[in-house]
């Protein structure tokens, strides 16, 4: 048998092994044994309890219905779309989309009609077209009826690519249609790639089973055994863009093409990924079935303090194990459609940026790029950046943008940090809270050791002088978060003494830092009191309703928001930016903040 640890796993069944396109990807942020538990559907979840969510939180699950009722069943694009329109996006069973969910697909579908015909038109001379393919395509390795499970113990091997299908009538061309939410994605790794090739030139037409006794997904059943055809001569791989109805061709080749890069580029990645061991908290932590039993997962209890990170009730009603950030309760505050739309469905549209959004991204590329380096003065000294780091920004923003860069160089904590200390750039801070079955997630700007404690660097640029009628953890909620996730894992066992959170403000002519203390039990408690306050209203949330006010004008989903675009008709001068608080908050309690340098 193989090494490969089963503590993650509730159960010892590893006889069927699955691969879909997302397990190629081999993204850093991932968890390695989170996605060698994903390729064995058959390991049960380490506990179960009863969840739910009030919305679908399947985004594409609408459109691929919809698209289904057009090319299978017969009917037309208008008889399709009234009835996602009249189901709200059931089509008869199953959670109800979003409104916005419901608009956003009705877009999408005539976008994905439209390519389609548009491909159709202009295929090239002899190229016979193409047809929808109900069946998925599924490549499949299993060995004879009496042999044993192999190393890893399994016995059925499955590659997968979800997707539109399409071939033509002769069997000799196909093609594989890969769905995005926004524009038609340009960074898809070679792996990922060669892997939907490989299942688009060699997959059988397959049934998905399912284990009734047992309650699991079971082997895919080939339903064209005697195919007597030779196969696709060439295939196609498309991603199309459901947001604004781009398609770019990701691959055009013969099978045997298909097959050459699949060795050479996603076969590696998968055997790392199914022998993968390390845990590495993170996202993954959310469907995970090992996350209440991980000894990688930090705790959120322990120093004294009750249990729950937070320190809120369980809900009355259970959800579906959630992630949350400083922008998921910023998004909430601004409107709860808004962090449906844009944080669990992850439906953003094309519409310019706020100019100083635009400006804390580009300064705060240039800043990562620096401190990546890791150089012994820091940033002093350095040479300002060429104008393409500003590319997209207004003049005057762009401008004001490099004022506020050489401003930082006097405040860079990179600046005489001794060589044997610890930098982070952009590293992610995970806790679990086993109250609310939560996982929290942050990304400091800056994470570094020094003498023995824990720094945690927040970047802010503003446009003018910093308001100071409230604390910095009222202005800045995500420094709040920031106090509770010091005080959890490897940030927790510091020395105190030398551990704080550093509040980095940048002005074109001025900078500042405020330095926060997370073991003063004030702070502690102010820091607890505003989270609780922000991530209550979010907990309890099930309509997500649209609430309609200055956010709307830069809210990437007005444009399937009706009362925002109402709203945003009736007073187009409406200004936008700052978060609303969530209706019947009380006024945040004050952190303690000690300016540091000015």
Not at 240 to 267: K, L, M
Not at 523 to 536: L, M, Y
Request: glycine share 8%; proline share 10%.
């Amino acid at each position: 048998m193989s090494d490969w640890p089963r503590p993650l796993a509730a159960s010892d069944e590893l006889g069927l092994v699955r691969a879909g396109l997302p397990l190629s990807r081999e993204d850093p942020a991932d968890c390695p044994a989170h996605l060698a538990v994903k390729a064995r559907p058959w390991l049960t979840a380490a506990r179960r309890l009863p969840a739910y969510d009030p919305f679908l939180t399947f985004t594409l699950k609408p459109l691929m219905t919809a698209l289904d009722l057009i090319e299978f069943h017969g009917s037309s694009p208008a008889e399709a779309i009234g009835e996602l329109r009249r189901t709200r996006g059931r089509f008869g069973r199953g959670r109800p989309a979003h409104d916005g969910l419901v608009e956003w697909t009705v877009e999408a579908v005539d976008r994905f009609l439209s390519r389609r015909r548009i491909r159709l038109d202009d295929r090239g001379p002899g190229e016979p077209p193409t047809e929808p393919v109900a069946y998925e395509w599924v490549v499949r390795d299993v060995p004879p009826a009496h042999a044993r499970p192999d190393a890893r113990g399994a016995r059925v091997y499955e590659r997968t690519a979800w997707g539109r299908r399409y071939a033509s009538a002769d069997g000799t061309r196909r093609e594989l249609w890969l769905l995005s939410f926004g524009s038609a994605k340009k960074g898809r790794s070679d792996a990922e790639v060669a892997a939907a090739a490989s299942v688009t030139a060699f997959g059988r037409a397959s049934r998905p089973g399912y284990d009734r006794e047992r309650h699991r997904p079971g082997p895919y059943t080939v339903v064209d055994q005697h195919r007597s055809d030779p196969g696709p001569q060439r295939i196609r791989v498309i991603d199309f863009g459901c947001g604004d109805g781009t398609a770019r061709t990701i691959a055009d080749c013969t099978p045997a093409e298909a097959a050459r890069d699949f060795a050479r580029y996603t076969e590696p990645v998968l055997t790392r990924m199914l022998d993968g061991s390390e845990r590495r908290p993170g996202r993954s932590c959310v469907e995970c079935s090992g996350a209440g039993r991980c000894g990688a997962l930090p705790p959120s209890t322990g120093h004294g303090e009750p249990p729950g990170l937070i320190g809120l009730p369980a809900p009355v009603r259970p959800r579906t194990r959630r992630s949350l950030s400083a922008s998921d309760l910023r998004a909430y505050a601004d409107c709860p459609a808004k962090y449906h739309l844009t944080r669990e469905l992850k439906l953003r549209s094309a519409r310019p940026e706020n100019p100083a959004i635009g400006r804390g991204r580009a300064v705060d590329a240039v800043l990562n790029a620096r401190h990546g380096i890791r150089r012994p003065r820091g940033c002093r000294g350095l040479v300002a950046p060429d104008d393409s780091a500003w590319s997209g920004l207004p003049p005057e923003t762009a401008l004001a943008a490099a004022a506020m860069l050489a401003r930082h160089a006097a405040l860079c904590p990179l600046d005489r940090l001794a060589p044997e200390e610890e930098v982070r750039v952009q590293a992610q801070v995970t806790a679990y809270d086993p109250v609310l079955d939560l996982v929290l997630i942050a990304q400091p700007d800056l994470l570094h050791t020094r003498r023995g404690g824990w720094v945690w660097r927040e970047t802010k640029t503003v446009g003018g002088r910093p308001y100071e009628g409230s604390s910095v953890l009222e202005r800045h909620p995500q420094l709040a978060l920031a106090v509770l996730l010091m005080r959890t894992g490897e940030l927790a066992d510091g020395d105190r003494r030398r551990s704080r959170i550093e509040l980095e403000l940048l002005g074109s002519a001025f900078a500042r830092r405020l330095e926060i203390d997370p073991w003063q039990p004030s702070v502690h408690a102010s820091a607890r009191d505003i989270v609780r306050r922000a991530a209550g209203p979010w907990l309890e949330e099930t309509e997500y309703r649209a609430v309609p006010g200055r956010a709307c004008r830069d809210c990437e989903a007005l444009d399937w928001c009706r009362a925002g675009r109402e709203h945003s008709a009736a007073d187009p001068r409406q200004p936008g930016g700052i978060p609303v608080p969530p209706p019947g908050a009380a006024s945040a309690a004050r952190g303690t903040a000690r300016p540091a340098s000015e």
